[in-house]
């Protein structure tokens, strides 16, 4: 099944492009949900989530929608004397389980994140650690790309983010490979001159679409979801709801 949505939902940059003016933050969830029925949740990339607030978001979307969530940072960027908090992090998320709307855990990690025996560990632990939570893992840095990583993410039941982004030396191609029951691809614009140089964090997810662009992947998509139970697409160029463009092209190339 796939699932197709945005990269949060939460910006004030959409009110006039996507949110009514009228409309309070309070409804734009719902808003939203109106449209689409999966939403990754970004801010608990930085703070720990409560129950309280994921089971209100919980309450205002319908059945079948379906919630992913990003891993604190404090659980991928950081990575040091952070046991204490994996528990924290999995017990805050239960309201989505008992609603039957969570979809699984995305764990991104830094660019300086890199291959060596360290970190092959610490992602066999986090797995560990994420108790039987579907987990997927968004490396940055292409020295990660081989056969023994795939095969890493395999074996611990580890999902592979395929990514879009700027074609930088370095930076994850377009690879579309399924380690897992659960297939995700976010598409992050690609907007190489802000990539590395920017003031201001949108900067790096100013990017539209083409429909040609996005047709790249079509038949990309369509092979990772022969292959898991579930797959996960995001457009993650949230600047001014560009990201909502994005999301409804992919619906209609895919349907």
């Known amino acids: 099944m796939i699932h197709i949505g945005t990269s949060g939902y939460s910006y004030e940059d959409w009110v006039g492009p996507y949110y009514p003016a009228e409309l ?12 689409f029925q999966t939403c990754e949740i970004n801010f608990t990339y930085y703070r720990l989530p409560d129950s309280r607030t994921l089971m209100l978001m919980a309450d205002k979307t319908p059945d079948g929608f379906m919630f992913t969530v990003k891993a604190s940072k404090e659980l991928t960027h950081e990575r040091e004397r952070n046991a204490e908090i994996f528990p924290k992090f999995v017990q805050a998320l239960k309201p989505l389980f008992e609603a039957k709307k969570f979809g699984c855990v995305l764990a991104q990690f830094p660019y300086s994140f890199r291959p060596n025996a360290e970190n092959r560990d610490y992602l066999k632990a ?14 940055r840095n292409a020295q990660w790309l081989s056969p023994e990583t795939f095969a890493l993410l395999e074996a611990n039941n580890l999902g592979f983010c395929c990514v879009d982004e700027p074609r930088l ?13 659960v297939a995700y691809v976010r598409f992050h614009g690609r907007n190489a001159k802000k990539w590395w140089r920017y003031e201001e964090p949108w900067e790096r997810y100013d990017y539209s679409y083409s429909r040609e662009e996005l047709e790249e992947w079509v038949p990309r998509i369509k092979d990772l979801d022969t292959k898991a139970e579930n797959t996960f697409i995001f ?6 709801a560009q990201a909502i463009d994005t999301a409804r092209q992919l619906r209609l190339l895919l349907l």
């Open 235 to 240: 457009a993650n160029n949230h600047w001014r």
């Open 24 to 35: 309070p933050k309070a409804g734009w969830l719902a808003f939203y949900a109106r449209e």
């Open 169 to 181: 030396k370095g930076l994850i191609p377009p690879v579309a490979e399924a380690t897992s029951k």
């Open 126 to 139: 986090f797995r560990e650690l994420m108790a039987d939570l579907p987990v997927v893992i968004e490396f």
